[in-house]
């Protein structure tokens, strides 16, 4: 429940921001609550996905996408994340939340979310995720298209080149163990 204000904040304060295209970076910033920590007291491992989903819908409003997705009734679907944490972040730390859209094919999306605050980096993950519509699995091509980008997916950078081996070698240990 706590998110959702952050949610509604993220929701309100995109759409009163300029647009962007879909390959510049959103930032978002926030602070760490009480609610937001661990036993350690520190930011949960948790809160940092959570956090990072809030990025992602920044992103979707101010590049654009956001009208075609409540029309066509398409849903994001994350379908993995290889997140490293690399600091803690302290009760009431201030700390920006940096996303951007790395490439594409005919099915994923693959961005990069990094969690920075004037100590550093925080965290760093690569996110592959969809959209799924009352039809199934949404072709990249068209969300791309509502942003009115016109170009080819950016080269796929080396650590989505390694997530996709990962994934696809993941499929193939799945298939022999059914």
Not at 7 to 13: A, G, H, K, P
Not at 117 to 143: M, N, T, W
């Amino acid at each position: 429940m706590n998110l959702i204000f952050r949610l509604l904040r993220i929701i309100i304060s995109a759409l009163m921001k300029p647009r962007f295209g879909v390959l510049d970076i959103s930032e978002v910033t926030f602070r760490v609550w009480p609610f937001d920590l661990d036993i350690n007291m520190h930011m949960t491992n948790a809160r940092y996905l959570s956090m990072m989903d809030l990025g992602r819908t920044d992103l979707l409003i101010r590049a654009g996408m956001l009208p075609t997705v409540m029309r066509e009734r398409w849903l994001p679907v994350v379908g993995n994340t290889n997140i490293r944490f690399r600091r803690s972040l302290r009760p009431f730390q201030r700390f920006t939340l940096k996303t951007r859209l790395l490439c594409w094919d005919e099915k994923w999306f693959y961005m990069e979310q990094r969690i920075v605050s004037d100590e550093g980096l925080h965290s760093s993950a690569i996110v592959r995720g969809l959209f799924r519509g009352p039809q199934g699995s949404v072709p990249s091509a068209a969300l791309v298209e509502s942003a009115q980008y016109g170009g080819e997916s950016p080269p796929f950078p080396p650590e989505v080149v390694q997530l996709v081996a990962w994934e696809e070698s993941s499929k193939r240990l799945r298939a022999v163990k059914s």
